[in-house]
């Protein structure tokens, strides 16, 4: 069964001049353990659907369901806490608390507390390998790389299944972003994670299980 699916979803906001369709009927299901590229040029929709999708926008019509449940019928404060979680191209971590404090924040929002939630961050941190000597700096005092790093073990914390990354390597050099893809498909492939990644990077698309190509709102194709 899959993770996460979209029927008929559509969604539309207002700019300065006029109303948008940002999502136009878009119907799809995606799988856990598979890496999908959302792909499409600025202003097609790639980062509407991403937010759709983690539930920090809802449709205005259609629906979109988690396991089979309707996430209109979900307590969406708990569902962005405990089921998906967002990878940004700018990182957003927050700047006055260490990398381990950062992992660790969505758990102590949940109660998970003390020498418990420490060890589980530590824990997160090791999986997408961060030095050691990295754990008690703040994010300005590490590299864009080990940055996006920390983030993606913050994603990880309270056992989210499903990571959505916008432009995930997009402040990054050639290395930095390579190793960046390789955690996510391994998180997908090894630990079966449902991984969506929205980007214009071609390196990227080569790498994914299926690609999808929004256009103007809908899904143009998929291979």
């Not at 008690?136 to 983030?151: C, H, I, K, N, T």
């Amino acid at each position: 069964m899959a993770i996460l699916e979209l029927k008929n979803v559509s969604y539309s906001y207002n700019n300065l001049h006029h109303p948008v369709e940002a999502i136009k009927d878009m119907s799809h299901s995606f799988e856990r353990g598979k890496v999908y590229a959302i792909v499409g040029k600025s202003g097609s929709g790639k980062s509407t659907l991403l937010s759709l999708l983690a539930g920090l926008d809802t449709p205005h019509s259609g629906k979109i369901f988690f396991e089979g449940i309707a996430t209109a019928d979900m307590d969406l404060d708990e569902y962005r806490r405990t089921c998906t979680a967002v990878i940004y191209q700018n990182f957003r971590l927050f700047p006055l608390l260490t990398a381990l404090e950062n992992v660790m924040y969505p758990m102590e929002l949940c109660n998970l507390k003390g020498r418990k939630a420490e060890n589980t961050a530590i824990g997160l941190l090791e999986k997408v390998a961060l030095p050691v000597n990295a754990r008690d700096r703040f994010p300005g005092m590490l590299s864009g790389g080990e940055q996006q790093r920390v983030a993606i073990a913050r994603a990880l914390s309270m056992n989210r299944r499903v990571i959505l990354a916008d432009e995930p390597t997009g402040n990054l050099d050639t290395e930095n972003g390579d190793n960046i893809i390789e955690i996510l498909i391994n998180l997908a492939h090894e630990d079966n994670y449902c991984v969506l990644i929205a980007t214009h990077d071609l390196n990227i698309i080569q790498k994914t299980d299926e690609v999808l190509y929004i256009s103007d709102g809908k899904i143009a194709g998929h291979e």
